[in-house]
């Protein structure tokens, strides 16, 4: 049997990269225990754990609790052990690989620890250069392409998918889609709110849908609209946002790829969701105010200094705001393609800044169709998740007993 470690931290990064390659290492080895190990991020959501045994992993933990399940352990000492870092910080993976004396593996856009790594593979073409800038032996790495892709079903049928979110078949569909995290969704849903409301009013025939993610708590979602004076409905669960004059959005929870499946444009704040509205070839918005970027979290020093001490949050809100200006792309989409594909609304700006944009998108058939091609030339070759199980398979296979 083989026993596969996967490192994961954020919920963008299990549903994005980690999903995709269970589900093909599951059609490969019926004889593989996959564990998912959560490592300590500054970007993670909280409900880490509930979203890695949503995806099909046979345990998921913490880091802390690596020993408990691990060490000694009857059900480890039979079989192969192989770590897969997925994501995450790779020193991290480096020690769980030694701790349970298996090889080490990393899905990695930059070289780093490399010797405790046996193999790297690579998303795109800038990672493959700095690569070989780095003077590591051609063997040791290779080029598999991006996981996220993989991560959405391009064959969605949209008429069923309508019917199982209660659509019509014509119906037009935006979707504002506010991130995993309680600082994106807390601030980002009121604000999409009122984007949608202005949006609607010009165009009152679009549905507009709020897909949630499953982390998503529903007490300070609740909290968030009421403090920004947003209607809503539900009282455990909230169902539906008001967008004024009796126009109400919908709540779509654990349907993300399906409600983008149904839309017209997306208003989205960055994230996984970004390229995986681009591999359905769904033009969408993407919103990065920095009113509040003191709450944002940060790689480095700067994300983990307290925002308690006196002076750090001027300090980082200050750093924020001059590293989005010496950035060119913040979208994943746009990052791929070095240039500007989706549109990217970032700094202070206002919901109506947003609504006019997204006014002109809708009232403009023939940019919406260019978005569309541009996303189909950038992500439409696949197959990263297969080629990565297919190798692991193959090393599981050489490697037996």
Request: one cysteine or more; charged letters at 25%.
């Amino acid at each position: 049997m083989l026993d596969l470690y996967i490192t994961a931290n954020s919920p963008g990064e299990i549903s994005g990269w980690v999903a995709p390659v269970v589900r093909e290492v599951r059609s490969r080895l019926w004889d593989c225990r996959v564990s998912i190990v959560i490592l300590p991020c500054q970007y993670a959501s909280g409900e880490e754990l509930t979203l890695s045994a949503e995806i099909g992993a046979d345990r998921c933990f913490r880091i802390g609790e690596l020993n408990a399940n691990t060490s000694g352990g009857k059900t480890d000492k039979t079989g192969k052990k192989l770590v897969l870092r997925l994501g995450g910080d790779l020193l991290f993976a480096v020690y769980i690989a030694k701790k349970l004396k298996a090889p080490l593996w990393a899905y990695s856009g930059r070289p780093g620890w490399n010797r405790f790594v046996e193999r790297f593979y690579l998303p795109d073409s800038d990672a493959m250069r700095r690569f070989a800038l780095c003077g590591l032996p051609k063997e040791k790495y290779e080029l598999i392409g991006n996981l996220a892709l993989d991560s959405v079903a391009v064959n969605e049928n949209e008429e069923e998918t309508r019917e199982i979110l209660g659509l019509s078949r014509e119906e037009p569909v935006i979707s504002c889609l506010a991130g995993s995290r309680p600082v994106e969704y807390c601030e980002a849903t009121p604000f999409l709110a009122r984007i949608a409301s202005l949006v609607t009013r010009k165009f009152p025939d679009h549905k507009v849908l709020f897909p949630l993610a499953p982390t998503v708590r529903e007490d300070l979602l609740m909290k968030a609209l009421d403090d920004a004076g947003i209607e809503r409905r539900g009282e455990t669960r909230v169902h539906s946002i008001g967008l004024g004059d009796g126009r109400w959005g919908t709540v779509v929870r654990g349907r993300t790829l399906e409600s983008l499946v149904c839309s017209r444009l997306a208003i989205t704040v960055p994230g996984t969701n970004n390229l995986q509205a681009a591999a359905l070839y769904v033009p969408f918005i993407m919103i990065l105010p920095l009113h509040k970027a003191d709450e944002y979290p940060l790689d480095g020093l700067p994300g983990i200094l307290p925002l308690w001490f006196p002076g750090v949050r001027k300090l980082k809100k200050s750093y924020i705001v001059r590293l989005n200006e010496r950035t060119d792309f913040v979208s994943l989409p746009n990052k791929m393609a070095k240039k500007m594909i989706a549109p990217e609304i970032r700094g202070f700006f206002t919901a109506e800044d947003v609504a006019l944009k997204a006014i002109s998108l809708l009232g403009d058939e023939g940019e919406l169709k260019r978005i569309q091609r541009a996303f189909w030339e950038l992500t439409h070759e696949r197959g990263a998740s297969v080629t990565l199980a297919s190798k692991i398979a193959e090393w599981a296979k050489k490697t037996e007993k």
